[in-house]
């Protein structure tokens, strides 16, 4: 009995001290954000703030941003895109920081016509300056079901997952010169807008507003991050994501995904790198 007793009060303080640093937050869309535009295009649908819907319309789209900023993190939501026709239509999940030289990290869903896919096209901004874009057709339907995107960030690197897969890796390579995101607290933003000048076919595909309002839900949003205020960031460096690494399985993901899915890479494009792939290619 006292053996006994004694293993379940070690693992009760191993329990205790490992949650004291493996900190995953439920949040809710009620307490943690604020739909900051769309003039009620924006709706949290349920009691406990766990489900929220944007619209957009010929006159507005809509959008939410949450009431911290945070400097370095795990942050999550579970989306299920505009359905049919949505040409002209973007649906974004980023973090970004204030002021023109901002440092952002993207998700965003660039809408097509009916029978044609999404296009997931995802970008890193270092001190105002983006051009690092990656973009990829989805193994799946997105307007059906709900889908998991996360963005894990950390003093060496950016991931970029769905459903727990790994898609991207953007490394610190301050080493050679290219800036990374560590000193700018950054907020996280989610909307749904309009821009048929650009976002489908580079434009040729126009906005169908017959079909308005288009309408995009998040839930599940989860935040585990370095909270910054007072001029401060404040977590624990042992969260697992802090030090977090690709290993075997998840390089090898990567690369699954980029083959098959991306349809679209900066680092391989000759016309607007004609003297050769930025240093972070390499």
């Known amino acids: ?5 004694g293993r379940r009060f070690a693992f009760l303080i191993i329990f205790l001290f490992a949650a004291q640093y493996e900190r995953v937050y439920a949040g809710s869309f009620h307490k943690d954000v604020q739909i900051h535009w769309g003039d009620g295009r924006g709706k949290i649908l349920d009691n406990v703030g766990n489900l929220l819907s944007l619209s957009l319309d010929k006159f507005s789209g809509s959008g939410f ?7 370095y993190g795990k942050v999550e939501v579970q989306m ?31 809408g097509n016509i009916s029978g044609h896919p999404y296009t997931l096209n995802t970008n890193v901004y270092t001190k105002g300056t983006g051009d690092k874009e990656q973009q990829f057709h989805l193994w799946f339907e997105p307007t059906v079901h709900f889908h998991t995107y996360c963005i894990i960030w950390n003093p ?22 290219v800036p990374f995101l560590k000193h700018q607290p950054m907020r996280l933003y989610a909307s749904l807008w309009e821009a048929e000048h650009w976002a489908t076919r ?22 585990d991050a370095c909270v910054w205020a007072n001029g401060k960031s404040s977590c624990s ?28 890479n900066y680092c391989t ?11 972070e290619c390499n």
């Open 156 to 177: 060496q690197r950016v991931i970029f997952t769905i459903d727990g897969i790994p898609i991207r890796e953007f490394k610190n390579s301050e080493s050679v010169g």
């Open 202 to 223: 580079g434009g040729l595909e126009k906005t169908d507003w017959s079909k308005a309002p288009f309408t995009a839900f998040y839930r599940n949003y989860n935040v």
């Open 65 to 71: 941003q949450s009431h911290q900023e945070f400097l």
């Open 1 to 5: 009995m006292v053996s006994f007793c």
């Open 80 to 110: 299920k895109l505009v359905p049919g026709n949505s040409a002209g239509t973007v649906t974004t999940f980023y973090l970004k920081s204030p002021g023109t030289m901002w440092d952002e990290i993207d998700f965003e869903f660039l």
């Open 269 to 279: 494009d000759k016309k607007r790198f004609p003297q050769g792939a930025p240093p």
């Open 237 to 264: 460096a042992h969260s697992s994501w802090f030090t977090q690494v690709l290993d075997f399985k998840g390089k090898n993901r990567v690369k699954w995904a980029q083959r098959k899915y991306m349809v679209y």
